[in-house]
């Protein structure tokens, strides 16, 4: 089992990729609050697979049922639990992986901590599966925040050298969301959806795979939201993030950037806007000391190339003790940064409403 915490909900996501469900099951959530269960289907489409050229081509409807937790689609008290049935799964394609570890996979680090009882087929309880749950959790999380007037999307930065246009640090919009969810490759520069399409069914006809970087945004968040050291609002949101499969790194405001400028260059000068204090930059990302500064939280996640790929690639044979190569068959995405647009959204959603939660304002 793998398990999200925070203080006030907890959410538990269980299951392999190739085992008869998955699912995920939250405890904390306020009873009383209405969930749109065809809100929370649709937020499912944009994460699930098979749907175009530049996924997996595994055919997954993705339809969560719920065991418990609602009550003619309103929260009881009781924690809720919902699953998802695997109804196309091939486990044979990943009988080898238990004795020919796949390079910069978690096949040998895993086979040395479960000594080789481990699920491997379709990575088990490490798979990109795994985020389906987590993105009902998270779609939840993102309906209550609306009831707050709280917002968040994202959209894809880059993929491999090709960049889509950042969010506007300080005036990034609702309306700019709005566009982001309508479209089926989520970027801002329709010119560049192209190219990276161009660029993943290369890699993919090469037998190769693509990374990127997802960035991320929220607006309508109060400030005085988080709390200091160890329990920050980045470090709540970039643990979530990091249970994303794939994430290699993760930036707020001006992030790495920050560090090759004079202390100058990256404050952020405060001025009021009528009453409410705003900043004139915001470099900072909408979070100072872990705390929510009222301006827009935007934050960015590296994703690594998918690490299954068809070229052969050199790795050893664990039961002969000796170097081999290996040629992975199956069914895997050429560049997941597509689908991981919903995840980065329902891992910040848990951790910024698990954080709205703590306070009372």
Do not use: W
Not at 50 to 78: H, K, M, W
Not at 287 to 297: Q, Y
Request: net charge negative; with cysteine; proline share 4%.
């Amino acid at each position: 089992m793998t398990s999200v915490c925070g203080k006030n909900i907890i959410v538990s996501i269980f299951g392999q990729s190739h085992s008869a469900a998955i699912g995920v099951t939250i405890d904390g959530l306020p009873a009383g609050k209405k969930i749109n269960i065809d809100q929370l289907k649709a937020f499912l489409q944009r994460r699930a697979p098979g749907q175009n050229a530049y996924s997996t081509p595994r055919q997954e409807a993705d339809i969560p049922e719920f065991i418990s937790g609602l009550v003619d689609g309103v929260t009881c008290g009781a924690p809720l639990t919902a699953i998802i049935r695997n109804t196309d799964v091939r486990s044979g394609d990943y009988s080898q992986f238990s004795d020919v570890p796949r390079p910069s996979h978690v096949d040998y680090a895993a086979q040395q901590k479960f000594g080789g009882v481990q699920d491997m087929a379709g990575g088990g309880h490490y798979s990109g599966r795994l985020t389906a749950p987590l993105c009902i959790a998270g779609s939840i999380c993102l309906q209550l925040l609306q009831q707050r007037g709280i917002e968040i999307a994202a959209h894809i930065a880059s993929i491999g050298n090709i960049k889509d246009k950042a969010f506007n640090l300080v005036n990034v919009s609702l309306a700019e969301f709005e566009l982001l969810k309508a479209k089926s490759l989520a970027v801002i520069d329709d010119q560049k959806a192209a190219q990276m399409i161009e660029l993943i069914l290369a890699a993919k006809s090469e037998g190769d795979s693509v990374g990127g970087v997802v960035e991320c945004a929220a607006l309508g968040i109060p400030a005085g939201i988080g709390e200091p050291l160890f329990d920050g609002l980045e470090n709540s949101i970039a643990a979530i993030v990091f249970g994303i499969p794939a994430v290699k790194g993760i930036e707020f405001g001006n992030g790495f950037a920050a560090a090759t400028l004079k202390g100058s260059e990256n404050n952020d000068s405060f001025y009021f806007d009528n009453t409410q204090v705003k900043t004139i930059t915001n470099n900072h990302g909408g979070i100072l000391g872990g705390i929510s500064s009222g301006m827009p939280l935007i934050f960015r996640t590296a994703f690594k190339p998918t690490p299954s790929i068809a070229k052969v690639q050199q790795s050893v044979s664990l039961s002969q003790k000796e170097n081999t190569t290996l040629e992975i068959k199956g069914r895997h995405d050429p560049c997941i940064v597509p689908r991981a647009v919903a995840c980065v959204e329902a891992a910040a959603a848990i951790a910024i409403y698990d954080a709205l939660l703590d306070t009372q304002i």
